[in-house]
Every structure is written in C-alpha cells, then in structure tokens.
C-alpha cells in the first residue's frame, strides 16, 4: 500500500511569514495527527482529525496554527505569523483507527527553517 | 500525564554488538507500545508494536519486550550493523485509548 504522503520536504522562511504543509495519508485511514517534532525531542500531536471532525486540538497553538480536513482525506496544516521556535519537522500520522489503539504510519515529514 | 523516558540519550557501539534500549513510561495502564526508528531528516518508520496483554514482538534482528507493571520496555538488537545507526523512540498510548506519547529517543551509532 503507498504510504503516507507529505510536502514539502523542506521549507525556510523568515520569520513572520506564513507556510502551509500537505498531507495525504494511507487510503482507508480514518484518523489523521499532526505532530511537531523539535531537534533532540520526541514527536508532540499538534491535532488529530477523524473522518474530517478534529478530535484533539489541546496543544495546537491557535493564533498562528490552524488545520484542516477536508472531505476527511488530505489535511493542510498552516502557520500564519511563523516565528523562530517553530522551526521543527512537522510530521503527519495515519491510522485506521483512532486513539492508541491501532499502531501510527508516519509520513517522511517536512522540515521546517525559520529564519 | 504519562511520561516516556529512554536510557541512554546516546548509544555508539562497535558493529556486531548486541546491545538494548530502555524505554520507561509512568502510567502503567497502558493499551500498547509502539517502537520506531528515525533517520536523520526522515520521518519515523515502525519497527514492532506490542499490545499490553503480550510480553514481547520479534522482527529478524529485533526483540522488544513489555514489563507493564514496572513501566518497561527494551528493545533488543542482535548482530548490530552500521546501517542500524539511527534515532529509535518508544511512544505508549493510554488504557483508554489515549494517543501515543513519544519519548525523546536513543540517538545509535553502530561503528564499523
């Protein structure tokens, strides 16, 4: 089966700036995450989609994140104003099912340069 | 609120050791536990997921065991290689079905 599908590989702005980042996951895969992933650390969820319905936002910083997912397929994650600690790998997640339950396929994930 | 550790941050090794890597959570009521590996720059590639109810999952070279009760898992690797150099992270997801929380990685480094 293909994988989970992400772009750009890689993206350097300036700071103040606004990125987007796409993500098509594994066909069937109902549930979508989008996490952040900063240099020496472990992947933090920014959002988890259901079908096209978002199931946890708690730790996605929303005055300058937002994400969505329509028609409960691709997902767009967008920064709108960037600023230097957002510099990371933004990586997208797929799963059957949501929760825990099922294991994650990754995506090769963007690497994002504020500069 | 779960918390994963993993012992050693860093790990080099001769190649053709074997060697293990400690992941440790702190909520012992977990549903399973998902290892990965990550490349410089890549995204995270599963290596073994074990559901709470077993003790241990095999792939070749890999054995990852599961000790819920002391809020352990170690993945053990055979015969290390200088292509098995890479970040490998545990992550645990939650009795209920809590979604995974990852730990900050061992960063490996096999030795030719």
Do not use: M
Request: aromatic share 10%; net charge positive; glycine share 10%.
């Amino acid at each position: 089966e293909a994988g989970v599908a992400q772009s750009p590989r890689y993206k350097i702005i300036e700071k103040r700036q606004s990125v987007a980042f796409w993500c098509n996951p594994i066909s069937g895969h109902a549930t979508l995450y989008w996490y952040q992933q900063i240099l020496g650390q472990g992947p933090k969820l920014l959002i988890q989609f259901q079908n096209n319905g978002v199931v946890d936002d708690s730790q996605l910083p929303k005055d300058r994140f937002s994400a969505e997912r329509l028609k409960g397929v691709d997902s767009t994650l967008k920064i709108q104003p960037a600023k230097l600690e957002d510099s990371a790998v933004y990586l997208c997640a797929s799963s059957s099912r949501g929760g825990g339950r099922y294991g994650y396929t990754f995506g090769s994930g963007t690497r994002l340069t504020v500069v | 609120k779960q918390e994963v550790t993993q012992i050693p941050a860093a790990l080099s090794v001769p190649e053709g050791e074997n060697l293990v890597l400690n992941c440790s959570f702190t909520d012992s009521a977990i549903y399973n536990l998902q290892w990965f590996r990550q490349d410089p720059g890549k995204g995270l590639t599963s290596l073994l997921l074990i559901q709470s109810s077993q003790r241990e999952q095999t792939s070749g070279r890999l054995n990852a065991s599961l000790d819920k009760s002391s809020g352990r898992s170690t993945l053990y690797i055979a015969a290390s290689q200088p292509g098995d150099s890479a970040t490998y992270l545990c992550a645990v997801s939650g009795n209920y079905g809590q979604n995974f929380v990852f730990g900050p990685g061992t960063r490996l480094s096999v030795l030719p």
